[in-house]
């Protein structure tokens, strides 16, 4: 690599983050539902191989998603001129991979940090899907109240985009881990327990349930209850802490030392409350709390990938010529 383009990449890196955090601090601080419908960027402009992947919920929704496969990082060309035409795909290695799929929080779209999440985990080997929920991005209208935590209907999306992505030829079977951060993790931890074509959970400031989320918004976010509502139709009896004692598939979880409102011992009861059997990490970052500019994905970001990747690496079966559980 010439002086001049690793100089040209880390300055590229540096604007990224920083405009990164800027966008991402206005949203990632939500406790209510913010649909986005406007992209900020797209794939292409960080040369990014990717294609768009037609899903429809059962309700007739269309689901804006996109696939990633895993790819070589871009070239020093690529890099210096990326008003080119998109780049093509050449599989790296084997033909199917392990695929990450990562859902949006409560605000915000996959135009955010979604795409750098992409950007570094395709560079290790797994396919990576972005997908927005209905009413946001690019998915069909769909009329909110701003009041709500979440809508049931989201995890009927998340069905929808894990349906379509397993009939990707580069899908490896039995190699699917899903992620999410604060309501987008409450989501995805439901929707690993109880969706088998899903084998593995990654989670950031994960709450317990919404008796004692629901407080510890009020207090810090200065929020009455009547602003932090529930769908009646929604399943909180799924909530983390009541499947974590049946939770089987491997479980990531990442809080800031300092988030307040889902603090580090709700991480350390879900933690806890797993079968001893069932395959776990608890990543603690130093100087970081919920999101925005403190987000302990943002503050720890090479260390998280790198854990995360090899946590998946380590206890996804089919990577080490096994079967799924019964549980996956």
Same mark, same amino acid.
């Given at each position: 690599?010439?002086?001049?383009?690793?100089?040209?990449?880390?300055?590229?890196?540096?604007?990224?983050?920083?405009?990164?955090?800027?966008?991402?601090?206005?949203?990632?601080?939500?406790?209510?539902?913010?649909?986005?419908?406007?992209?900020?960027?797209?794939?292409?402009?960080?040369?990014?191989?990717?294609?768009?992947?037609?899903?429809?919920?059962?309700?007739?929704?269309?689901?804006?998603?996109?696939?990633?496969?895993?790819?070589?990082?871009?070239?020093?060309?690529? @890099?210096?001129?990326?008003?080119? /035409?998109?780049?093509?795909? &050449?599989?790296?290695?084997?033909?199917?991979? %392990? $695929?990450?799929?990562?859902?949006?929080?409560?605000?915000?779209?996959?135009?955010?940090?979604?795409?750098?999440?992409?950007?570094?985990?395709?560079?290790?080997?797994?396919?990576?899907?972005?997908?927005?929920?209905?009413?946001?991005?690019?998915?069909?209208?769909?009329?909110?109240?701003?009041?709500?935590?979440?809508?049931?209907?989201?995890?009927?999306?998340?069905?929808?985009?894990?349906?379509?992505?397993?009939?990707?030829?580069?899908?490896?079977?039995?190699?699917?881990?899903?992620?999410?951060?604060?309501?987008?993790?409450?989501?995805?931890?439901?929707?690993?327990?109880?969706?088998?074509?899903?084998?593995?959970?990654?989670?950031?400031?994960?709450?317990?349930?919404?008796?004692?989320?629901?407080? @510890?918004?009020?207090?810090?976010? /200065?929020?009455?209850?009547? &602003?932090?509502?529930?769908?009646?139709?929604? %399943? $909180?009896?799924?909530?983390?802490?009541?499947?974590?004692?049946?939770?089987?598939?491997?479980?990531?979880?990442?809080?800031?030392?300092?988030?307040?409102?889902?603090?580090?011992?709700?991480?350390?009861?879900?933690?806890?409350?797993?079968?001893?059997?069932?395959?776990?990490?608890?990543?603690?970052?130093?100087?970081?709390?919920?999101?925005?500019?403190?987000?302990?994905?943002?503050?720890?970001?090479?260390?998280?990938?790198?854990?995360?990747?090899?946590?998946?690496?380590?206890?996804?079966?089919?990577?080490?010529?096994?079967?799924?559980?019964?549980?996956?």
């Amino acid at each position: 690599m010439s002086r001049l383009f690793r100089i040209f990449a880390e300055n590229s890196m540096k604007a990224f983050v920083t405009l990164l955090i800027a966008s991402f601090s206005g949203i990632a601080n939500c406790h209510a539902i913010i649909p986005d419908t406007v992209y900020i960027r797209k794939p292409e402009s960080m040369r990014l191989i990717y294609r768009n992947l037609e899903v429809i919920t059962n309700d007739g929704y269309k689901i804006e998603t996109w696939f990633f496969p895993a790819q070589n990082p871009p070239s020093e060309s690529e @890099l210096r001129n990326p008003n080119e /035409n998109r780049r093509t795909h &050449e599989a790296p290695g084997e033909a199917k991979r %392990p $695929t990450i799929i990562i859902c949006n929080g409560d605000a915000g779209n996959m135009s955010y940090f979604q795409l750098y999440l992409a950007k570094n985990w395709t560079s290790r080997g797994f396919n990576v899907v972005t997908f927005d929920w209905r009413g946001f991005g690019k998915s069909s209208p769909f009329a909110m109240d701003r009041n709500y935590l979440c809508y049931t209907e989201m995890l009927e999306d998340y069905r929808a985009v894990i349906r379509k992505t397993s009939e990707q030829e580069e899908v490896l079977d039995g190699a699917t881990a899903i992620v999410g951060w604060s309501t987008g993790a409450y989501l995805s931890m439901i929707t690993a327990h109880t969706d088998n074509l899903v084998n593995a959970f990654i989670g950031r400031s994960l709450p317990t349930d919404f008796d004692d989320f629901i407080p @510890l918004v009020m207090q810090y976010k /200065n929020k009455t209850r009547n &602003e932090l509502l529930v769908p009646d139709d929604f %399943p $909180t009896e799924l909530m983390p802490v009541h499947i974590a004692p049946e939770f089987e598939k491997p479980l990531f979880l990442i809080v800031g030392e300092n988030d307040f409102r889902t603090p580090v011992w709700i991480s350390r009861k879900i933690i806890e409350s797993l079968p001893e059997t069932t395959p776990k990490e608890l990543m603690i970052v130093e100087n970081a709390a919920h999101g925005g500019k403190e987000d302990p994905m943002l503050i720890a970001f090479d260390d998280f990938i790198k854990r995360t990747s090899d946590f998946l690496m380590a206890n996804l079966r089919p990577l080490h010529g096994e079967r799924p559980s019964a549980a996956e």
